[in-house]
């Protein structure tokens, strides 16, 4: 017959604490990840205001030219 010696209980909570550490880190990362997300769509969204100012601009620009 052959038995399996038991761990002894450090092994076991070093174990618990491995994986609560990998849950914990996971859980930070998708946060990290949401904030890049809205931090990345604010700026695609001010660049996008931006192009909207500056063609309005230069339109205008054109709209001066052709009364003078």
Do not use: H, W
């Amino acid at each position: 017959l052959f038995f399996f010696k038991p761990k002894p209980a450090s092994q076991i909570l070093s174990g618990l604490v491995g994986s609560e550490m990998c849950i914990r880190d996971r859980a930070k990362r998708k946060k990290q990840e949401a904030k890049d997300l809205k931090i990345k769509k604010a700026k695609d969204k001010k660049l996008r205001l931006r192009k909207e100012i500056n063609k309005q601009i230069e339109d205008d620009a054109k709209t001066f030219k052709m009364y003078p």
